[in-house]
Each structure stands twice: as C-alpha cells, then as structure tokens.
C-alpha cells in the first residue's frame, strides 16, 4: 500500500482533490488493485508567528521504487500548486520496510452463512 500523507491543505481543498491525488498515484506506479491511502493532516505551518496558508508537506510511504517516487513527487507539486493555490509543496519520502507492516485478513467462519 502506498501512503500519501498531507499536511496543511484546507480540508475543502483535501476534499475535492484527494480522489485525483489517489488516480494519479495509482497511474503512475503501476500496480493496479494496490490500496493506495490518501490522508489529511489539519497542520498549520507558521512563520515569524504568523500561519502560512500556501505551504503544504506530502509524505509519500512505500517500497523502494525511488524513480515512480520521483514521478510521483513532481506530479503531486503541480497539482497542488496549480489547483490548490500553493506557492511552497515540500515532498518527504520513506519506505516501508517489510517487517514494519503486517497484514491481517478476516478468516471464512461457518457462522456468516
């Protein structure tokens, strides 16, 4: 699953784009029927003790496909650049390491039929 995480973008703004930002990131690693997680933070970046409204941070969280990052990462600063008025889009990338996630699935049971 990959993870995009943003921190302060208006929640209108997170609305109406965030099903473009999972379209976009599901296009552009290629790995169709993969999750991909799109969640907002209400963080409000200050400066001189100010809020600064036009600044957003994306944190990006997959495995190690550091050029589909890259991609992704451009993509992403344009978007929210152009739709979403921001004048400063910084981009952080991890990865998940495979010990770190574990996956559980619900087992059949009798007892739903």
Same mark, same amino acid.
């Given at each position: 699953?990959?993870?995009?995480?943003?921190?302060?973008?208006?929640?209108?703004?997170?609305?109406?784009? =965030?099903?473009?930002?999972?379209?976009?990131?599901? *296009?552009?690693? /290629?790995?169709?029927? &993969?999750?991909?997680?799109?969640?907002?933070?209400?963080?409000?970046?200050?400066?001189?003790?100010?809020?600064? /409204?036009?600044?957003?941070?994306?944190?990006?969280?997959?495995?190690? /496909?550091?050029?589909?990052?890259?991609?992704?990462? &451009?993509?992403?600063?344009?978007?929210?650049?152009?739709?979403?008025?921001?004048?400063?889009? =910084?981009?952080?990338?991890?990865?998940?390491?495979? &010990?770190?996630?574990?996956?559980?699935? =619900?087992? *059949?049971?009798?007892?739903?039929?």
């Amino acid at each position: 699953m990959l993870s995009v995480h943003i921190k302060g973008l208006r929640k209108k703004v997170f609305s109406r784009l =965030a099903p473009e930002i999972a379209k976009t990131v599901s *296009e552009l690693i /290629r790995a169709p029927g &993969e999750p991909v997680l799109v969640s907002r933070d209400a963080a409000v970046f200050y400066e001189d003790g100010a809020p600064r /409204r036009n600044m957003v941070l994306v944190e990006l969280r997959w495995r190690t /496909r550091p050029q589909e990052m890259l991609e992704l990462a &451009e993509r992403l600063r344009v978007l929210l650049q152009d739709a979403a008025g921001c004048s400063e889009v =910084a981009v952080s990338f991890g990865q998940w390491q495979p &010990e770190e996630l574990y996956t559980f699935h =619900a087992e *059949e049971s009798g007892l739903d039929e």
